[in-house]
């Protein structure tokens, strides 16, 4: 589920159950024409959707990370707001982008979910044998 | 005609600025567009829109597979339903698992799990139950609850027509 479909007073209740974070990486820096920004958020939501739709009981989504600058100073912010997330009881976090250049070594990330090389979404299938793998491991 | 036009003006301003909101709702979280349903304003403007979709909605019946190929084993059928949230229309993929019962009368689950909605799936562990992979609940063939969740699972209005099935609107169930 949203973050933001989550009331306040809801979340003690629910935080048991919802032991996972999905922190969706934009990977837009800038160069991008407004259609072209759309673009890659219309892609983004369509693979968000593999993991929003299935595993909405247990997964909470974030707010999108949206700009990446080069991989040092983003791999940086995004490690540290995922070990803030740990911190605050999230068991396991995972990353989602729908670009394959921005996919960087986060060890406080849990699984990346992102385009194989040549470009094409990971299936429902795979997206899902991944998750479980994740929740056995 | 022309008070239907009038109609439409009038909220043109209403669906503006709706849209900017979630625009930036969208672009916030990461382009997700099926996000919040506004509350008090939307559902005026969702008839102002387009009152011939309005009345589709839920009811509509979509024909989803062959009458002679469900069997007693529940498969999975995928069918697009058409939804309209305020101005932005869209389909929907839904998911049924579909089958006989004893006495061979065909009946259509909602795989969407009754603790927290994740999506379930037929016999995952092999003990020809519905599997909820977040906190594993579980629900025989018929959809009952058998651990976690407190009510079992929906199901969707089926109707038989030449030899096809077709599938509705989400009912309570009927058969736990
Ligand atoms: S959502 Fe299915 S068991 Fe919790």
Redesign the interface.
Known sequence: ??F?EIEAEQWDE?KP??DTCLL?I?GLDGTETPSEATN??????DV?DLV???????IV?Y??Y?YVYGNEGSQQAIARCCANLKSQGYKYIILITSKSDIMFQINEADLWIAPTEDGNLPSDVEI?RK??EL?HS | MSNHEHQDSKHQPVQRKEMSRRQFLSYTLGGTTAFMVGGTVLPMVRFAVDPLLAKGGESTLVKVIEESKVTAEPQEVKFKVRQVDGWYKSETEKVAWISRDASGAIFALSPVCKHLGCTVFWNTHGRNEYDCPCHDARYSRDGKNITVANLPLDEYVVEIQDGFVYLGGIIANTRA
Do not use: C, D, F
């Not at chain 1, 890659?40 to 939501?45: A, G, S, T, V």
């Not at chain 1, 929003?52 to 247990?58: D, L």
């Open positions: 589920m949203k933001s629910l159950y919802v969706p934009t890659y958020l219309e892609q983004l939501r968000m929003e739709i299935p595993y909405r009981g247990r989504t707010p999108a949206h899902s998750i479980r929740w």
